[in-house]
Nanobody, 113 residues
Framework: QLQLVESGGGLVQPGGSLRLSCAISGFTLDYYGIGWFRQAPGKEREAVSC????????TYADSVKGRFTISRDNAKNTVYLQMTSLKPEDTAVYYC??????WGQGTQVIVSS
């Protein structure tokens, strides 16, 4: 069974950085796109970034362009989200989503001084 497990969240000060990981098991990552989403308290889940199966195509929400970078290592069945220049409004639970519709359990990111 396909499983996605996010990690790397935590508490960070504004301007800081975090790298989130999404480890996929039970299915090869090679042929599928992966997306990162986030949900802040009281808000709807929103798309943050996604990456194509080859890694050759990436997209970002306007709110994170220039600050976040998505990447993937198919050999490790893992997708990453490097987050820099973090802002309080980036505070949310971050989820990865497999193109087949599977979700991870999420990892909490809190940006606060």
């Amino acid at each position: 069974q396909l499983q996605l497990v996010e990690s790397g969240g935590g508490l960070v000060q504004p301007g800081g950085s975090l790298r989130l990981s999404c480890a996929i098991s039970g299915f090869t990552l090679d042929y599928y796109g992966i997306g990162w989403f986030r949900q802040a308290p009281g808000k709807e889940r929103e798309a943050v970034s996604c990456i194509s199966s080859s890694g050759g195509s990436t997209t970002y929400a306007d709110s994170v362009k220039g600050r976040f970078t998505i990447s993937r290592d198919n050999a490790k069945n893992t997708v990453y989200l490097q987050m820099t220049s973090l802002k309080p409004e980036d505070t949310a639970v971050y989820y990865c989503n497999h193109q087949l519709g599977y979700w991870g359990q999420g990892t909490q990111v809190i940006v606060s001084s």
